[in-house]
């Protein structure tokens, strides 16, 4: 019996990768080589600092800490160039119905996602007002697969994990959820996501 549902934000509530893709691609192009659609899958889930390293692994080049901080800046800055012009016709099918049907239900709503820019975006979704708790990028120190994202939304709401059911759409992430002992819907497709309880292809299909 679910108690609380803690959601991913990237790729379950809304689709930012694109976003994502598009800062990173421009970045790469300022160091001369070409980021491609497919490298972007492999930052789905991942920290800022995280991708940048892989995006660096990509193009074979080397920077030092502080060169790497004013890069990640840098994307930053364009991404959220795009993501300031979101609004709530941006959220994946389903999303707004199936929250509104938790809250009447009583059932408590958690983010749990690796962004820092979390909680503007849930305002540029016009949906902040649905959770009960949001814990994000600037709140916990580990990154997904480490469970503390989760166990912190779940802690926020004053539940169990057994209570809780994790909605996913990265493998990091599903791992994430399993380790804190929680359910996990995972959203997207089944060879991506074999460790989740069930796998849909967005909550339209609840
Ligand atoms: P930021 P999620 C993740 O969101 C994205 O999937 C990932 O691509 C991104 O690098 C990460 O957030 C950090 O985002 O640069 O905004 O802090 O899926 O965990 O909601
Ligand atoms: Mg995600």
Redesign the pocket.
Known sequence: HMKGAIF?????IVN??KY?YLAWRSLAADLGFEFTEAHNER??????MR?LDILLEIGGLEFDEAEKAAMAERK?RR?VDYISRLDDSELLPGVREYLGRLKERGIGIALG??????VFILDKLKITGLFDAVVD?NTVSRA?PDPEVFQTACRRLGLQPADCVVFE??EA?VAAARAAGMRVVGIGKREMLAEADVVITGLHEL
């Not at 991913?8 to 379950?12: A, C, F, K, N, R």
């Not at 930052?43 to 800022?48: A, D, E, Y």
């Not at 996602?113 to 979390?118: D, Q």
Request: net charge positive; charged share 25%; aromatic share 4%.
């Open positions: 991913d934000l990237d790729g379950v930012t990768a994502h930052l789905k889930g991942v920290s800022r991708s930053n991404y996602s690796a962004s820092k820019n979390a990028g997904k759409d990265a992430g």
